[in-house]
Structure formats: C-alpha cells, structure tokens
C-alpha cells in the first residue's frame, strides 16, 4: 500500500503512479516503478496532481522547489496515459 501524495487515500503500488526526483534533480513520472531515485507517489489522474502542486506536497517530499513547468509536463504525461 502506497499514499497518494495528492488526495492522502491509500492505494495498492499497482493503482498509482511514482513521481521520482533522480540523482540529477529531474523531476519525472517513473512508469517503471524501478528508477534511481526519491520517489513518491499519486493516482492515475490529473485532479491529485492539482492537489500535490496547491498544496506544495511534491516540494515537501523531494526537498526542491518544483517548477510549474514540471508540473505542467506531469500533467500531459498523465492526461496522455488516461487516453
């Protein structure tokens, strides 16, 4: 079971997304699962992501100040996955 870092719910690994912070400080979905790297997790929809950046949770777990770039970019990475 992982936490959603957008909603809070938590979640079987499988139903979530990782969001990791890479040894060179890139910020980017982890569809593996396995990538080097802090990582922390949200649902499969853009609604916890706009959640995660409101409430500055992703800046909280990565220890980084996160660019609205970066959250613009996960977002297209996740409207793409839902289809």
Same mark, same amino acid.
Do not use: H, S, W
């Given at each position: ?26 910020? !980017? ?14 649902? !499969? ?39």
């Amino acid at each position: 079971m992982r936490r959603c870092t957008g909603c809070g719910e938590n979640k079987p690994k499988p139903e979530l997304i990782r969001v990791v912070r890479t040894p060179e400080g890139e910020i !980017k979905l982890d569809l593996t699962g396995k990538m080097n790297g802090r990582g922390a997790y949200i649902c !499969k929809n853009a609604d916890c992501l706009k959640k995660a950046q409101k409430a500055k949770r992703f800046e909280r777990a990565f220890n980084v100040k996160v660019p609205d770039a970066v959250y613009e970019a996960l977002g297209e990475e996740l409207t793409a996955l839902d289809g």
